[in-house]
T-cell receptor
């Protein structure tokens, strides 16, 4: 499982409340990612990080912010949750490989978020 | 950005038959193409990948082929078994940072 954990694993919240999801890794990987998974859309990148305090937006970043103050933790925050943010959220890490370009990516167990 | 299309969205095969899932991509600079298997309620798991400098890669009953000219790549599963039933996702990246995923194929292997 590449030492990736997510918390909480399940959360139900109400529209307008702030929510923070945590991704924790134990293997000191540089790259970390947040995806959301919805039926018919596959996995879509929200934000990613390429180092402490270094983050960038993905294709569905509106309504989300991230922070990475330590190598091992990558936080995803919904400042004011909406029903459209009901989804399964996966954290992932990239394993840096020597040789040809391209990094193998491994996923955490996921967080199921329901916004009522 | 990159656009990855995956077909079919659902696929049913008899146990022992072969299954083929196809993906196309739009960015000719993409150079790494992983495939993931996701069982119900579980995380996606990397099952095989291919890089742009090779045309085919095999690992026991699964294989992936890449046609850079046509910008498509395919997953082949031979001698399918019920435990192969899952959702399969393809992906593409040209940087190793941003991955673009297909919408998934739900494979059912009928005993």
């Amino acid at each position: 499982d590449a030492g990736i954990t997510q918390s909480p694993r399940h959360k139900v919240t109400e529209t307008g409340t702030p929510v923070t999801l945590r991704c924790h890794q134990t293997e000191n990987h540089r790259y970390m990612y947040w995806y959301r998974q919805d039926p018919g859309h596959g996995l879509r990148l929200i934000h990613y990080s390429y180092g402490v305090k270094d983050t960038d937006k993905g294709e569905v970043s509106d309504g989300y912010s991230v922070s990475r103050s330590k190598t091992e933790d990558f936080l995803l925050t919904l400042e004011s949750a909406t029903s459209s943010q009901t989804s399964v959220y996966f954290c992932a890490i990239s394993v840096d490989l020597r040789g040809p370009s391209g990094n193998e990516q491994f996923f955490g167990p996921g967080t199921r978020l329901t916004v009522l | 950005g990159e656009n990855v299309e995956q077909h079919p969205s659902t696929l049913s095969v008899q146990e022992g038959d072969s299954a083929v899932i196809k993906c196309t991509y739009s960015d000719s600079a993409s150079n790494y193409f992983p495939w993931y298997k996701q069982e119900l309620g579980k995380r996606p798991q990397l099952i095989i990948d291919i890089r742009s400098n090779v045309g085919e890669k095999k690992d026991q009953r699964i294989a992936v082929t890449l046609n850079k000219t046509a910008k498509h790549f395919s997953l082949h599963i031979t001698e399918t078994q019920p435990e192969d039933s899952a959702v399969y996702f393809c992906a593409a990246t040209n940087t190793g940072n941003q991955f673009y995923f297909g919408t998934g194929t739900s494979l059912t292997v009928i005993p």
